[in-house]
């Protein structure tokens, strides 16, 4: 059977209903922490977006921006920052590159984060540092006195820390965001943290003073193109270099500024340019379908907190020899995120295996990571560990 065949339903989760395009009921998708299925009512998002640009034709642009303002919604829910001011962007890449292009550099030179960032920040930092500028790495294990190392690390040369809210490969949450936040703003230090890996699946407050990067490809189901940069309100003067048309939107009409480009204020200074608004419809009508289930991050994060212990009593109970796969005994579960990471010398072998049998799942590095989603019922769960131990069982 490969990996896209249709399988038995076994006791499908009644969710499962609002997502037969996917054919999550179906399909062993363990894929949920990096890209997880979208609902059906996506495709009147996407139908929507075609018909306003069909019928408007570029006086669509007032109902994008209405679109758009219910993303930035959806993200303020689940940020719990009800008056947050957001900026929208392709990716986090677009947005990170903002971010940075608008700190001193010169005066502050210095950047400090973990050896342990997704790729986004891992790659623009190494880049940014073969041209010269002071990237400091820290081990982020021990995870529990990372705050700590991070604030110490950063001097009065220290332009921003930058840090995961949960690390990408192995899940562990990382503590003392807040507490770091508020440090780093008496030192003058801008903070960012990826929430990509928590929003929408594991608990996470805003710190205040903190920019907040993320998006909705992995956990929220909103596809591709909708990713969200927080602005922080004392930044709100802060003139980035790397800049689109759209940051001065709100100062078109005002005489020009000779040799001083305008910008808006706030997250709208920070805005890019031009860009297809189809993402936004779909993703504002796969916020509204969650409310519609009543899927609250509340509701979220109990169910992936059920569904990864599931995941792990299961592979706990194979019994298969720890330098084969194994997982962290050490740290209680609900100190990581929402799926579950096994180590293992094997990982890409084990992962390809998987697919082999229909069993969807990723590996980093020595990880292999078994990433469950709300429309996945626990028979689903232990079905697919246990093609996991009988690919372990057949070497």
Known sequence: ?????????????PLAAHYTRFRVAERLLLTGHSHQAWPDVALEGQIAAFE?????????????????ELVRDGFRRLLGDPHGELVLGASTHDLVLRFLSALDLRARPRLVTTDAEFHTLRRQLARLAEEGLEVVRLTARPVDTLAERLFAAADDRTAAVLVSAVLFEDARIVPGLDALAEACAVRGTELLVDAYHALGATPFATPRTAWVVGGGYKYLQLGEGNCFL??????????PVITGWFAEFGELADPPRPGQVA????????????????SHYR???????????????????????????????????????DDLVTRDLDTPLDRFGAFLALRSPHAPELQQALARRGVLADSRGPWL??????????AQLQEAVGVLGSVVQEG
């Open 230 to 239: 927080r602005v922080p309100e004392h930044a709100h003067a802060l003139r």
């Open 52 to 68: 306003d640009a069909a019928l408007h034709v570029d006086e669509k642009w007032e109902r994008a921006f209405a679109h758009a």
């Open 369 to 378: 990571r078994l990433g469950p989603a709300p429309y996945l019922s626990d």
């Open 283 to 321: 993703a504002a009508r796969v916020f509204r379908f969650f409310a519609e289930q009543g899927l609250t991050r509340e509701v979220l994060r109990a169910s992936y907190r059920s569904q990864v212990d599931l995941l792990a009593a299961a592979f706990d109970a194979l019994s298969v020899p």
């Open 263 to 278: 910008y808006s204020r706030g997250a709208a200074a920070f805005a890019g340019s031009t860009y297809d608004p189809t």
């Open 1 to 13: 059977m490969t990996a896209v065949e249709a399988r038995p339903e076994a006791a499908a989760n």
